[in-house]
C-alpha cells in the first residue's frame, strides 16, 4: 500500500518455465528501508533490448542472483551476488561471469567486483568499479587477460570483417547519465582482420588503442595473406561505440 511516499511489496513472483524473479520489502526513500529481488535463469539481452545500451552492445547468458535495493524512490543503492554461466559479449562466448556490489556507506557508493572464467577456469577478465548513485556516474576498470576478440564484429562490421584472436590489456570505461568514455589499450595477439572493401585479410600481435571517439590501430606491423609485409594504420570512429 502506498502511504507516505512508501509502497509495501509482499510476495511479488513472476515466473515462465525456467525465469522466475520474486521481491519482498518496503520501498521509500529511506536507506533503511529496502526490497528484497531474487532472479532465476533471467535473459540479460532481452533487459538491454528495453534500453539505449542494446544499440552499442549485447550481452549473452541468463543471470541468477540475489539483490537487496534500498532507498528506492531516492538516490537508489544495492547490494548484490550474480552468476552469469556461459557469458558472453556480443555474440561471443567469454567465459562463466560471477559478480558483486557492496555498499560504501560511508562514501555513498557501490562497489562492483567481477570476474569471468573460461572453460579452462583461466581468469580471463578481472573488473573493479564503482557507481555513484547521487551523481548518475559510473566507472569500470578492466583487465583482460587473453579474452577472444571477436565481440569486436558486433561494432566494426562493414569495415573490419572476421576479426579473430585473444586480447591482453587494461581498459577503463565509465560515464554520468548518457555520456559514456572509454580509454585504454590492449595486445591483440596472433590476431587476424580482414578489409571487405578489398578482400584482403592480415595478421599482426600488436596493440591497438580504445578511446570514446575510435579504435585505433597506429603504424601496426602486419602481414596479408599472401605473405606480403608491411605497416598497417588506421582507425574505426564512433561515438561510445554508436554512429560508426
Known amino acids: 500500500a502506498l502511504a507516505n511516499q512508501a509502497m509495501d511489496i509482499k510476495n511479488f513472483s513472476l515466473s515462465t518455465d525456467y525465469q522466475l524473479i520474486t521481491a519482498e520489502g518496503r520501498a521509500s526513500k529511506l536507506a533503511t528501508d ?9 535473459n540479460l539481452d532481452y533487459i538491454l533490448s528495453y534500453t539505449e ?4 552492445i549485447s550481452i549473452m547468458g541468463l543471470v541468477t542472483g ?6 528506492v524512490f531516492s538516490d537508489l543503492m544495492l547490494e548484490a ?14 567465459g562463466d561471469v560471477s559478480a558483486e556490489a557492496k555498499l560504501d556507506r560511508d562514501n555513498n557508493n557501490i562497489l562492483i567486483y567481477g570476474q569471468i572464467v573460461d572453460s579452462t577456469q583461466h581468469l580471463v577478465a578481472n573488473v573493479i568499479g564503482k557507481v555513484i548513485p547521487a551523481n548518475k556516474q559510473w566507472e569500470l576498470d578492466i583487465t583482460c587477460d587473453s579474452i577472444d576478440i571477436r565481440f569486436i564484429d558486433f561494432w566494426t562490421k562493414g569495415i573490419i570483417a572476421n576479426p579473430t584472436g585473444r586480447a591482453f590489456g587494461h581498459v577503463r570505461v565509465g560515464g554520468v547519465k548518457r555520456d559514456v568514455w572509454v580509454l585504454g589499450s590492449a595486445l591483440a595477439k596472433d590476431a587476424y582482420i580482414t578489409i571487405p572493401q578489398i578482400g584482403v585479410t592480415y595478421g599482426f600481435t600488436d596493440s591497438i588503442y580504445l578511446d570514446s571517439t575510435a579504435i585505433r590501430f597506429p603504424e601496426v606491423e ?7 609485409q608491411g605497416i598497417f594504420t588506421g582507425a574505426v570512429y564512433h561515438r561510445n561505440f554508436l554512429d560508426i
Open 222 to 228: 602486419a602481414y596479408d595473406q599472401y605473405g606480403n
Open 53 to 56: 545500451a542494446s544499440k552499442a
Open 66 to 71: 540475489e539483490a537487496q535495493v534500498y532507498s
Open 34 to 42: 529496502s526490497i528484497n529481488v531474487v532472479l532465476h535463469n533471467i
Open 81 to 94: 551476488q550474480a552468476f552469469i554461466p556461459n557469458g558472453g559479449l556480443n555474440g561471443v562466448y567469454l
